[in-house]
């Protein structure tokens, strides 16, 4: 069946834009994961989702990252005011419940 | 707080080799652990998962062990190919949260 999949794959902005990047999970499953990736780095928890709950939001670097599920399925990370430091690939992954995480192709994002 | 790192960050061999990557982390209390490959610019592609109560895992030419305990966890990849050429990337989910923390990752380079 189909994979995570996330969009747009690559956005530049200029700072202080606001981006809102996409995720649709594996149909039916219930957790989602967004990590943010810097360049020769390893993935970094930002925050996770049960269904439409938001159970854990530990990871997002500051009061400028959000990020919604309302229904459940679909996932947005909006990031406000960007700044250079937010320059990143952003990978959304999905499981059913605690089993193996399937990660998306991730978003680039490019903050000029 | 969990720490995980790899070792080598980096290592080129000649086709047809056999050999071992490294993964520890700081916290032993974990639920699982997890290998992943990523190509340049792709998302993440899941190797092998394997349980706090396993010891080891199999999955063709790549073999994968725990050692809880002494926080370590080692990936073995026999009869190396060009095709195998990635990042490996170690992952550990704790017991008392649902995402993974990632170590830096090993860059494996096969050369024909």
């Known amino acids: 069946g189909a994979g995570v999949s996330q969009s747009p794959r690559y956005k530049v902005a200029k700072r202080g834009q606001d981006v809102a990047l996409r995720c649709d999970p594996i149909?039916?499953?219930?957790?989602l994961f967004w990590y943010q990736q810097a360049l020769g780095q390893g993935p970094e928890f930002l925050t996770y989702?049960?269904?439409?709950?938001?159970?854990?939001k530990s990871g997002l670097p500051s009061d400028r990252f959000f990020a919604e599920r309302p229904e459940g399925s679909v996932s947005t990370l909006k990031i406000q005011r960007t700044q250079q430091e937010d320059s990143a690939v952003y990978l959304c992954?999905?499981?059913?419940?605690?089993?193996?995480?399937?990660f998306g192709p991730g978003t680039r994002l490019l903050v000029l | 707080k969990q720490e995980v790192t790899q070792i080598p960050a980096a290592l080129s061999v000649p086709e047809g080799e056999n050999l071992v990557l490294n993964c520890s982390f700081t916290?032993?209390?974990?639920?699982?652990l997890q290998w992943f490959r990523q190509d340049p610019g792709k998302g993440l592609t899941s190797l092998l998962l394997i349980q706090s109560s396993q010891r080891e895992q199999t999955s063709g030419r790549l073999n994968a062990s725990l050692d809880k305990s002494s926080g370590r966890s080692t990936l073995y990849i026999a009869a190396s190919q060009p095709g195998d050429s990635a990042t490996y990337l170690c992952a550990v989910r704790g017991n008392y949260g649902q995402n993974f923390v990632f170590g830096p990752g090993t860059r494996l380079s096969v050369l024909p």
């Open positions: 149909s039916g499953h219930v957790s």
């Open positions: 992954a999905s499981s059913w419940r605690q089993e193996t995480q399937y």
């Open positions: 916290d032993s209390a974990i639920y699982n």
């Open positions: 989702f049960q269904n439409e709950a938001q159970l854990d």
